[in-house]
């Protein structure tokens, strides 16, 4: 696996690999180099068909603070043109996490603000530690708070009403509050990781390609402009996966109540 210097990468022997962002000493700010490396973890996970799902967390005290302020010092300082190459860097980073085919959960164990928000919401799944601490953050540092996919993002996540009230005051919330609003699935009453881990677990319990047609149908049916749209991506999905001898496998298995050893064709 891929040595980096922001990121330390776990990888058991289940398929699921830990991803746990590694700037402790800033709460996990993000750096242009941790840009940089999520872009390389993206195409890592993508490429590598035995990586079955992500668990996303930090080091430390921290999820992530957002935007290393260290390093946003120098944007007054540049260009429009520099500007928007830093921008479309970062955001294409959540991008593609967020359109990774296996799933993401993120273990949020503590403060996420900001672009680190942003992480989390790029995940499927959230769970956070009782120390979990969620924030816009932009709109205080004198910027808009639609930034690296979070005005597309958080309304999908909370519903228009706590995204704009959470976007327009930069308000920060703990988790029993993100978890009343939909923002994090629950608590985890102890160790957020294993929390994350054991939904993970559940995940890969079922067939590799079932997976990432159901990771793909949901992203899309989101945004389908009709039911119909959505029902006809479930149809083709449903006869791509009849064809696949994993779904032989996981009859055989219901039927004589045996588990289900999927290899993936």
């Known amino acids: ?46 490429r590598d068909e035995t990586i079955r799902a992500v668990v996303l967390t ?18 007054p ?6 500007m928007l190459r830093l921008q479309e860097h970062g955001a294409d980073a959540i991008v593609r996490l967020r359109h990774l085919t296996v799933p993401v959960i993120a273990a ?19 769970l956070a530690a009782p120390e979990a ?6 709109v205080r540092l004198g910027l808009s708070a639609c930034d690296v996919g979070v005005s597309w993002l958080l309304p999908r996540v909370v519903g228009l009403g706590h995204a704009s009230e959470l976007m327009l005051t930069g308000r920060v919330i703990d988790p029993s509050e993100a978890e009343r609003i939909g923002l994090v699935n629950r608590v985890a009453d102890s160790d957020v990781v294993a929390a994350a881990r ?25 945004d389908a402009p009709s039911m119909q749209a959505a029902v006809a991506l479930e149809n083709r999905n449903q006869a791509l996966a009849s064809r696949t ?8 298995g219901f039927i004589a109540s045996e588990p289900v050893e999927y290899r993936g064709d």
């Open 58 to 75: 930090g080091a430390g005290r921290g999820f992530c603070a957002g935007l290393d302020l260290s390093e946003a010092r120098a944007i």
């Open 198 to 222: 054991a939904v993970a677990q559940e995940m890969v319990r079922n067939s590799p390609f079932g997976l990432k047609l159901t990771k793909q149908g949901l992203q899309l049916a989101v």
């Open 1 to 46: 696996m891929t040595t980096f210097e922001t990121l330390e990468i776990d990888r058991a022997d289940d398929g699921i690999v830990t991803v746990t962002l590694s700037r402790p000493e800033c709460l996990n700010a993000i750096s242009g180099q941790m840009f940089v490396e999520l872009h390389e973890l993206c195409a890592l996970v993508d």
């Open 245 to 252: 001898r994993d779904m032989e496998r996981a009859v055989r």
């Open 108 to 126: 949020v164990n503590g403060p996420a603000a900001g672009g680190g928000l942003a992480l989390a919401l790029a995940a499927d799944v959230r």
């Open 133 to 138: 601490r969620f924030g816009v953050a932009f």
């Open 77 to 82: 300082g540049m260009s429009a043109q520099e």
